[in-house]
């Protein structure tokens, strides 16, 4: 019995590559970052980020940055508010996994950020880019420093 091509070629084909994808969002006030420190969860607890998370299938990019926001600090940001100043394609020694991070800028958004996720961060502050806490993520806190001295790369592996 003779397979159609198709069925012949999709036999052939390796699995497809798979990267995990996150939006991160600077919230920025003058020249401070909002960032809050992780708790309970079971990953980098007691280390400060971004308001982050990953990107749900059928989701743009923006919607993701918005919805995270929404989440985590309880502030309303537009897509249009949005600008995207960073992309960082990483390995995360952790899971092996390969990441793609893109991380928006935020001057205007409407409500005062809070705690909105209590079970999953217990401190809330704003952080110059030199101040930020030693116990920061890495990829955040070079991106931050980067960000300010305008040295952004695309890849940061």
């Known amino acids: 019995m003779m ?3 198709k069925h012949a070629i999709t036999k052939e084909l390796p699995e497809r590559f798979r990267i995990a994808v996150s939006v991160n ?3 920025a006030k003058g020249d ?3 960032l809050l420190r992780r708790a309970n969860t079971g990953w980098a607890d ?3 980020t971004l308001p982050a998370g990953h990107v749900d299938g059928n989701e743009a990019l923006t ?3 918005v919805r995270e926001t929404k989440e985590e600090v309880g502030i309303d ?3 249009e508010d949005l600008e995207l100043v960073h992309v960082m394609h990483r390995s995360n020694k952790e899971d092996d996994q ?3 991070d893109f991380y928006f800028l935020a001057r205007k958004w409407r409500g005062e950020p809070y705690l909105a996720e209590p079970e999953k961060s ?3 502050d704003w952080f110059s880019a030199a101040g930020v806490p030693d116990r920061t993520l890495e990829h955040v806190k070079s991106t931050l420093v980067k960000y300010e001295s305008q040295l952004l790369s695309e890849v940061n592996w």
């Open 3 to 5: 397979l159609s091509m």
């Open 25 to 27: 969002v600077i919230v």
């Open 32 to 34: 401070a970052y909002l």
């Open 46 to 48: 007691g280390y400060y």
């Open 63 to 65: 919607a993701a940055a």
């Open 77 to 79: 940001v537009q897509p």
């Open 98 to 100: 390969e990441r793609l």
């Open 122 to 124: 217990d401190h809330l």
